[in-house]
């Protein structure tokens, strides 16, 4: 069973409107993280934004901010102020720790084009 | 601050070869993490290191092998290359404890 789950393959959004990007995820574990992480075409993965399993408040950072509603496991991004510059992949990941290791677990992306 | 650093950024292999994979990670990190990521998908896990040490690895056959050296540079070797191991390799380390990863911009194998 997939442990991220994002259902959209695209999505579309008019500069300056806001979107949100869709994840879900699935563990057993009460203590875990899951991060947004953006890829351009150049193939590096950047890092957006970070939520813990025990953070009460939703995390901002800028123009992101993490819809965290843990009862329905879900993760979900929103961009608001889209710039054409965020078009790119963009990856739902979770942190479980087998063994103490802490190890990333990625959903297959959704790929947002920003239009003028 | 240098981030992580892979090398090269682009390869292109026969099948049935070896190829060798390189990975420096950020100052202050000591550990190092390897994902492959074929076309469309995700990073999947392959491994990571600490302490020179494969400390958990994800499902993937022991052709792939790695190490980890006292500088806490990295490499990944695959052996026995197959076309289905064509992707993009990416390196991420981190600082044992903390919870954030960085990124290199990978490495693109291409085997033929």
């Known amino acids: 069973a997939q442990k991220i789950t994002q259902t959209q393959p695209g999505m579309f959004v008019q500069e300056k409107e806001a979107v949100t990007l869709d994840c879900t995820y699935d563990?057993?574990?009460?203590?875990?993280?899951l991060f947004w992480y953006k890829q351009p075409s150049s193939g590096e993965m950047i890092f957006l934004i970070y939520?813990?399993?025990?953070?009460?408040q939703n995390a901002t950072e800028g123009r992101y901010s993490l819809n965290f509603q843990k009862a329905r496991k879900s993760a979900n991004l929103v961009i608001s102020a889209s710039q054409l510059g965020d078009s790119a992949m963009y990856f739902c990941?979770?942190?479980?720790?087998?063994?103490?290791?802490?190890?990333?677990?990625f959903g297959k992306g959704t790929m947002l084009l920003v239009s003028p | 601050d240098a981030g992580v650093t892979q090398s090269p950024t682009h390869l292109i292999k026969t099948r049935g070869q070896q190829v060798t994979l390189r990975c420096s990670p950020k100052s202050g990190h000591d550990t190092v993490s390897w994902y492959q990521q074929a076309l469309g998908q995700g990073p999947q896990f392959i491994f990571q290191?600490?302490?020179?040490?494969?400390?958990q690895r994800g499902n993937f056959p022991d052709r792939f092998s790695g190490h980890q050296f006292p500088n806490y540079s990295s490499e990944l070797n695959v052996n026995a290359l197959l076309l289905g191991d064509s992707a993009l390799y990416l390196c991420?380390?981190?600082?044992?404890?903390?919870?954030?990863?960085?990124f290199g911009s990978g490495t693109r194998l291409t085997v033929v």
């Open positions: 939520q813990g399993s025990y953070d009460e």
């Open positions: 563990t057993s574990d009460q203590s875990y993280g």
């Open positions: 990941a979770m942190r479980e720790l087998p063994s103490g290791y802490s190890t990333l677990t």
């Open positions: 290191y600490y302490e020179e040490e494969e400390r």
């Open positions: 991420a380390s981190r600082r044992q404890g903390n919870y954030g990863y960085t």
